[in-house]
């Protein structure tokens, strides 16, 4: 009787091991489709034109280093009809062109229950006054993937081109190379942030969606997952309460459903879009 036991007791081992293994498998797939999402979204309203010039004073300022005053004529030249072409365009239009993005995943927190901890120890301090101990708690409560967008001046580009040209022309080369450094300089940054925790439950839906009626376990347990991030999104500010319950019971209703073996892709797909509709971007 013991041997069968333990025999048992290994069966269900290796099964719970096997199911988290896919659990943890859909989630990692799932964040990667969030990467994915947000850097598309970020990449696409970046100005290929533009970046294109942005590259190409920085050949030019190597070029100009090298001595090479003819090949550097050559693509200023280029660069003075780029720039015309993007004043046609867009003046009046646009001040400010993006050029590039660079994507961060910042995870302080991926616990809810911790998260609210920490909020409370954060809160506490805040009403003691004591705002360094509270500073790096704070910080700490994001769960967000960053964009850090660069953004250049359609005005200081042109106005740039024309010093450098004026400086070469009168042979001063270094002054050439100090003008386009300068606009280089001149390039602004600025940074938007997206909740992760809803982006995440959004694309783990996807994985319920298609197993729910051939491996509801599987569901069962991503859906668990898809909970955890929605109460995280609220506590760290993400949504407001009432979402938060308004989904987490729309949840509730499709487990009961798989479990008794009810099909609830048109319930999923619902509440995937009630989620898809809170992926705003936070600006910061």
């Not at 294109?52 to 090479?68: E, K, N, P, Q, W």
């Not at 927190?109 to 705002?131: G, S």
């Not at 450094?181 to 001149?186: A, K, P």
């Not at 008794?260 to 809170?278: A, D, F, H, N, P």
């Amino acid at each position: 009787m013991l041997t069968l036991m333990f025999f048992a007791a290994q069966v269900q081992s290796g099964t719970d091991t096997l199911l988290s293994s896919r659990v943890q498998k859909a989630i990692a797939e799932s964040e990667k489709k969030t990467i994915e999402e947000i850097t598309g979204i970020e990449e696409g309203k970046i100005l290929q034109d533009a970046a294109r010039v942005v590259a190409g004073i920085r050949l030019l300022i190597r070029t100009l280093s090298y001595g090479d005053l003819e090949g550097a004529y050559a693509i200023l030249s280029q660069l003075d009809e780029q720039t015309d072409s993007l004043y046609q365009k867009y003046s009046g239009k646009v001040e400010n062109f993006p050029v590039n993005a660079v994507v961060a995943v910042v995870v302080g927190v991926e616990d809810p229950d911790r998260a609210e901890e920490m909020y409370q120890e954060a809160r506490k301090l805040i009403n003691e006054r004591k705002l360094p101990e509270a500073r790096p708690i704070v910080d700490a409560l994001r769960n967000e993937v960053v964009v850090t967008v660069s953004t250049v001046p359609l005005k200081v580009l042109k106005s740039s081109l024309d010093l450098a040209r004026s400086l070469m022309d009168r042979g001063n080369i270094q002054g050439a190379i100090d003008a386009l450094n300068l606009f280089l300089s001149s390039i602004e940054t600025y940074q938007v942030s997206y909740p992760k925790p809803l982006f995440d439950a959004s694309y783990i839906l996807d994985v319920v969606i298609n197993v729910h009626q051939k491996d509801p376990q599987l569901a069962l347990e991503l859906l668990k997952e898809v909970k955890k991030r929605i109460r995280l999104a609220y506590v760290l500010g993400y949504i407001d309460r009432s979402t938060m319950d308004s989904i987490l019971r729309g949840v509730d209703k499709i487990e009961e459903s798989i479990k008794g073996g009810k099909e609830q892709t048109s319930q999923l797909k619902s509440m995937q879009e009630k989620i898809k509709k809170e992926k705003k971007a936070l600006s910061r």
